[in-house]
C-alpha cells in the first residue's frame, strides 16, 4: 500500500472525521473509496463515450459492394 499526504483545511478535515465517524470507518478508508469511484466513473463514461462513437460510424458508414443509389423503379411507386 502507498502512503498520500494530502493538506486540506482545518473545516474539510473535521467533516471527514466526523463522515468517518458516522460511518464506522476511517478518513483514509472514505477517500480510498471515493478514489475508487472515480477511477469507476471514468472508465464507464469513456466506455460509454466509444459507444457512442462506434453507433455513430455505424449510422454513416455503408456496405462495401452494391450500389448506395435506388433504381427509379424504387423510387417512384408504379
Given at each position: 500500500m502507498t502512503n498520500l499526504t494530502l493538506t486540506i483545511n482545518d473545516s474539510?478535515?473535521?467533516?471527514?472525521?466526523l463522515a468517518a465517524q458516522r460511518r464506522r470507518?476511517?478518513?483514509d478508508a472514505l477517500v480510498q473509496g471515493?478514489?475508487?469511484g472515480l477511477d469507476i466513473k471514468e472508465t464507464d463514461a469513456g466506455n460509454r463515450?466509444?459507444?457512442?462513437?462506434e453507433r455513430s460510424f455505424q449510422d454513416v458508414s455503408m456496405p462495401f459492394g452494391g450500389k448506395p443509389w435506388k433504381d427509379r423503379d424504387e423510387l417512384y411507386d408504379r
Open positions: 474539510t478535515a473535521h467533516k471527514a472525521q470507518t476511517t478518513v471515493l478514489i475508487e463515450a466509444c459507444e457512442a462513437l
